[in-house]
């Protein structure tokens, strides 16, 4: 399998890109943090040829980082009125200052 570099935002649940240690260090800097004497991963495309999948219709947004829709930012809060525990952001961007704002992504074409 290719190294996991990007968060799933389909329904598996991965951590955040920050918490994904393949996102930001070396196959090498890897071993050396948990102690292994080598580290390999499977090419994406020797992933998608021993699945079969020739056309790419499997996802591969957590080895790539390109997603192939637009991502909503959930703001988690409860709201007691409604019951819900989270929601999609919305409203004036200028309404509040101090809350997340989505992740930029690129898009697959």
Same mark, same amino acid.
């Given at each position: 399998m290719p190294a996991t570099i990007s968060p799933?935002?389909?329904?598996?649940?991965?951590? %955040?890109? @920050? &918490?994904?240690?393949?996102?930001?260090? %070396?196959? @090498? &800097?890897?071993?050396?943090f948990i102690g292994a004497d080598s580290l390999g991963y499977v090419?994406?495309?020797?992933?998608k040829q021993a699945v079969g999948d020739a056309q790419g219709n499997y996802c591969t947004s957590c080895y790539t980082g390109v997603y192939p829709t637009d991502l909503v930012?959930?703001?988690?809060?409860e709201n007691?009125?409604?019951g819900k525990i989270g929601e999609a952001m919305s409203?004036?961007?200028g309404e509040d200052k101090n809350r997340e704002h989505p992740v930029a992504v690129e898009h697959e074409s």
């Open positions: 799933c935002y389909y329904g598996v649940d991965t951590p %955040t890109r @920050e &918490e994904l240690i393949a996102s930001s260090s %070396t196959p @090498e &800097e890897i071993c050396k090419s994406l495309a020797g992933m930012q959930l703001q988690v809060r007691h009125a409604s409203g004036d961007p």
